[in-house]
């Protein structure tokens, strides 16, 4: 199984609202991590988990928050965020120590 | 200050034919190097990867040859299929532990039946 599964496929939120991004994976990787990529661009990292803890935050504004409940899940909520956040969310999981980075299908988010 | 780049954002190729996808690099501590596959509104699919080390790797119809001198590396796919068209991204690892990866623009590949 080299799934990593996210939940919603597709958000629409207002600027007021509070929402999550949820992300699963069953490969045993102890890394995972958040990119964001809006259109015709990469991706950019936004925050790494070692181990069930932040290592990395690329400088992301507060109004994202990462979470880490266990070694399967990684959460971003969302609260109060601008239209200009509006793109394609993407997690990924990799082995601790080993490179290749396996992505899920992301979450396209809408900010109105 | 783009430390990794794909010069070209398209190329197209007739089916049966070879695919060369270039990527340029500046940074010397990135120490692994990725392709990703991806497709509109889903998440990239790895394709192969080379370690700082080596100079080539294989896997079936792909190839990944790295020059380091020149900062340089390239994805070739031999024959091209129709099935192979999408955005190819070429990323970068720096040495350490972070996992953090550094993504090129991108190249769309069309394969034409």
């Known amino acids: 199984d080299t799934e990593v599964t996210q939940t919603p496929k597709h958000l629409v939120m207002g600027m007021t609202n509070k929402k999550s991004l949820k992300c699963e994976q069953h490969?045993?990787?102890?890394?995972m991590y958040w990119y964001k990529q809006k259109a015709k661009k990469p991706p950019e990292l936004m925050f790494v988990?070692?181990?069930?803890?932040?290592?990395i935050n690329e400088s992301v504004p507060s109004r994202f928050s990462p979470e880490c409940p266990n070694s399967s899940l990684l959460n971003l909520h969302l609260h109060a965020l601008q239209p200009e956040d509006s793109a394609l969310y993407l997690c990924?999981?990799?082995?601790?120590?080993?490179?290749?980075?396996?992505f899920g299908q992301g979450t396209r988010l809408t900010v109105v | 200050d783009q430390q990794v780049k794909q010069n070209s954002p398209s190329l197209s190729v007739q089916e049966g034919r070879i695919s060369i996808l270039n990527c340029d690099y500046t940074?010397?501590?990135?120490?692994?190097f990725l392709w990703y596959k991806k497709y509109p509104a889903e998440g990239p699919t790895f394709l192969i990867s080379?370690?700082?080390?080596?100079d080539k790797n294989e896997d079936g119809r792909f190839t990944v040859f790295l020059n380091k001198s020149a900062k340089h590396l390239s994805l070739h796919i031999v024959p091209s299929q129709p099935g192979d068209s999408a955005v190819y991204f070429c990323?970068?690892?720096?040495?350490?532990?972070?996992?953090?990866?550094?993504f090129g623009q991108g190249t769309t590949l069309q394969v034409k039946p």
């Open positions: 990924a999981s990799s082995q601790f120590r080993v490179t290749e980075a396996f």
């Open positions: 490969m045993g990787h102890r890394a």
């Open positions: 988990y070692s181990y069930e803890k932040l290592s």
């Open positions: 940074n010397s501590m990135f120490d692994y």
């Open positions: 080379i370690s700082s080390i080596k």
């Open positions: 990323a970068a690892k720096y040495s350490g532990n972070t996992g953090k990866l550094i």
